[in-house]
T-cell receptor, first 115, second 113 residues
């Protein structure tokens, strides 16, 4: 099956700085890569996703890049704010558009933004 | 905005007891997933339903875990007997057919003593 590795496991930044979280995947057939944000005691929520036919996607302060050749994708958060503090999970799926849609998750990154 | 509902939110039980978790997906979502999230790790799929049918239960410990979605709407995940290693967050997610996004419920935090 798919193996997703995520780094770093913890990340501390000053408010206003940028944060970058990186993930690698093993299955070259994976074609869908979502990122979820999970605040303490709350449900994981999708913040951005990218499909394999796109190299980069941006939504306000959040961007994701995908390198299919190297099999890695990254989350970039600019102008970080204290409310960005949470655990971020990357995931990969080879079943986009199919009935299955199983997600394989990384272990998560605890992001702390200091005011 | 519609959300996935789960209950109970917290469950404390003793080992060898039976526990059950309930999930109500977003209305119209045919695909339903149960994930287990051990503290400090990402969610891992236990079982997936398409309507009332199981399409993937390869990671479900079938000697003690069972799941059902009888009418293709809400679902129940059961553990019998519970073991210490089952302590985790159990997350339910649902997805609209043909779409990519999985929407998660708030989870059930299980503690086995």
């Amino acid at each position: 099956g798919e193996n997703v590795e995520q780094h770093p496991s913890t990340l501390s930044v000053q408010e206003g700085d940028s944060a970058v979280i990186k993930c690698t995947y093993s299955d070259s057939a994976s074609n869908y890569f979502p990122w979820y944000k999970q605040e303490l005691g709350k449900r994981p929520q999708l913040i951005i996703d990218i499909r394999s036919n796109v190299g980069e996607k941006k939504d306000q302060r959040i961007a994701v890049t995908l390198n299919k050749t190297a099999k890695h994708f990254s989350l970039h958060i600019t102008e970080t704010q204290p409310e960005d503090s949470a655990v971020y999970f990357c995931a990969a799926s080879r079943d986009r558009g199919s009935t299955l849609g199983r997600l394989y998750f990384g272990r998560g990154t605890q992001l702390t933004v200091w005011p | 905005e519609a959300e996935v509902a789960q209950s109970p939110r917290y469950k404390i039980t003793e080992k060898s007891q039976a526990v059950a978790f309930w999930c109500d997906p977003i209305s119209g979502h045919a695909t339903l997933y149960w994930y287990r999230q051990i503290l400090g790790q990402g969610p891992e799929l236990l079982v997936q339903f398409q309507d009332e049918s199981v399409v993937d239960d390869s990671q479900l410990p079938k000697d003690r875990f069972s799941a059902e979605r009888l009418k293709g709407v809400d679902s129940t995940l059961k553990i019998q007997p519970a073991e210490l290693g089952d302590s985790a967050m159990y997350l339910c997610a649902s997805r609209l057919s043909g779409a990519d996004t999985q929407y998660f419920g708030p989870g059930t935090r299980l503690t086995v003593l």
